[in-house]
């Protein structure tokens, strides 16, 4: 190793954050659950890791604390380039989102498409 670099501290390597034993909590996850939601999108654009599932469930659901549209269709594209396999949790999250923001018909259509459901996938709004 040259200059003293021990391997993996290249900081240009992207990393997967929030994904241990399902007890750690990010930064945008905290933020998120103590309703700073604009901060915590803030701080996923600024960060320079590879997200994982949760940490996507936590900003499309500050997008829909915010009713930000266009950033949370933004965050589900970028979801469905990065992720390959089902994931039931992200996806109720991103219904969630439509319905929340008020793109019915985006809503109805995914909870249509969508292959697996559970009970979340089925919102109560009254």
Request: proline share 3%.
């Amino acid at each position: 190793m040259e200059n003293g670099e021990e391997k993996g501290d290249n900081p240009r390597r992207k990393k997967t954050v929030g994904g241990g034993g399902g007890s750690e909590m990010t930064g945008e996850e905290g933020l998120f659950k103590c309703g700073f939601f604009r901060e915590a999108i803030d701080m996923f654009a600024a960060m320079n890791v590879k997200p994982n599932c949760n940490i996507l469930v936590s900003v499309i659901s500050a997008c829909s604390g915010l009713g930000s549209l266009k950033f949370g269709k933004a965050i589900h594209g970028y979801s469905l380039r990065i992720f390959h396999e089902d994931n039931v949790i992200l996806e109720n999250a991103v219904l969630d989102f439509y319905a929340r923001c008020g793109s019915l018909e985006s809503a109805r259509h995914l909870f249509v498409i969508t292959p697996r459901r559970d009970v979340k996938s089925i919102p109560n709004y009254g």
